[in-house]
């Protein structure tokens, strides 16, 4: 996996690359925005650590920038701007996460190992899939027109499967992407609400959105189904 530290201060920059690289990580360094600019323009990278006092550009601007230019890999903040506002800020310039100076080395491995397992997102206001339309703004879902009232946890399993559509999603990654630590691995609660989802998207419809693949995981897809599904 390969990384660009976007950091001012030299001594942190060269230090937090050298554990990230002990790590197994590919680090790239620049100094200021402008460097990041051109090195993100240039090369494809699986993450960016962007400092927000940034020289020549600050590091909300980049993360804007690339954002705008459809930039979709993920993007942590560091700053040492702990109020609210600061952190609302960041995440609406298009972060996907932001962590606070001084922190912990381990947490910043953490949040890296997570963003890097998350992969890159889609950057966009909507998603539709067949005849079904989820608002990633207003975080609304509609099938075929009419409103779909979910809970939080319902819309958040929906968006990770609408998120990898056509693709077959293992019970594992729902429970990692949707639950917190504190889930259970032994419990029911992956197929409690895929139950409820199914229920909610597609009682009614003749075409079954999503589908089951026993002992795999499962699909939500708008192609044809085939007969034994």
Known sequence: MRILLVEDEAAAGQML???????????????????GSYKAGITPYDLFILDVLLPRKDGLTLCRELRTAGQSTPILLLTARDALEDRI???????????????????????????????????????DVGDLHLDLKSRSVS??????????????????????????????????????????PFSNLVEVYMLRLRRKIDAGHDLKLIRTR????????????????
């Open 143 to 184: 099938r075929a027109g009419q409103g779909i009232e979910l809970t939080a946890k319902e819309y958040a399993v929906l968006e990770y499967l609408v998120r990898h559509r056509n693709e077959l999603v293992s019970r594992e990654a729902l429970s990692e992407h949707a639950w917190d630590e504190n889930y259970d």
């Open 214 to 229: 026993r002992g795999e995981g499962y699909i939500l897809t708008a192609a044809p189904a085939p007969p034994h599904v």
């Open 17 to 35: 690359a050298q554990g990230l690289r002990e790590q197994g990580y590919a680090v790239d360094l620049a100094q200021d925005g402008e460097e």
């Open 89 to 127: 800020s960041g995440l609406d310039h298009g972060a996907d996460d932001y962590l606070t100076k001084p922190f912990e080395y381990r947490e910043l491995l953490a949040r890296v190992r997570a963003l890097l397992r998350r992969g890159v997102t889609q950057y966009v206001d909507a998603i």
